[in-house]
């Protein structure tokens, strides 16, 4: 399988692991010309800047060891230009979402 069409896989996997948990999917793969969120949600009056890394094995570590200080720097700007477009005045978070090849997953604010 083609990694695009795993990590689509993946992020459809923990949409759905978030909306079982009482979450609300504002956005799949929101995408600016400069950046990309892939999943927004929002729960008890926060939104979710939700970032998806898919692992088959740990053999070459977990995904939460693949967010660089770059890509941290690129989620960041993504979740101030959705909350300066959407006019959000609430809380909100950024979270690192690893997903194993086993199923498995692991949530991870940053």
Same mark, same amino acid.
């Given at each position: 399988?083609?990694?695009?069409?795993?990590?689509?896989?993946?992020?459809?996997? @923990?949409?759905?692991?978030?909306?079982?948990?009482?979450?609300?999917?504002? %956005?799949?793969?929101?995408?600016?010309?400069?950046?990309?969120?892939?999943?927004? &949600?929002?729960? %008890?009056?926060?939104?979710?800047? @939700?970032?998806?890394?898919?692992?088959?094995?740990?053999?070459?570590?977990?995904?939460?060891?693949? @967010?660089?200080? =770059?890509?941290? *720097? *690129?989620?960041? =700007? %993504? &979740?101030? +230009?959705?909350?300066? *477009?959407?006019?959000?005045?609430?809380?909100?978070? +950024? @979270?690192?979402?690893?997903?194993?090849?086993?199923? &498995?997953?692991?949530? &991870?604010? +940053?």
């Amino acid at each position: 399988m083609q990694t695009t069409a795993i990590g689509t896989r993946a992020e459809k996997y @923990v949409a759905l692991h978030l909306r079982k948990r009482g979450y609300k999917l504002l %956005a799949l793969n929101w995408q600016t010309p400069v950046c990309e969120v892939d999943i927004v &949600a929002f729960k %008890a009056d926060c939104v979710y800047f @939700v970032e998806v890394r898919y692992r088959s094995s740990q053999e070459q570590g977990g995904g939460f060891s693949t @967010v660089t200080r =770059r890509k941290l *720097h *690129h989620m960041q =700007r %993504a &979740a101030e +230009i959705w909350v300066r *477009h959407q006019q959000w005045l609430g809380e909100y978070t +950024i @979270v690192v979402a690893e997903v194993s090849g086993s199923g &498995a997953i692991k949530l &991870a604010e +940053i």
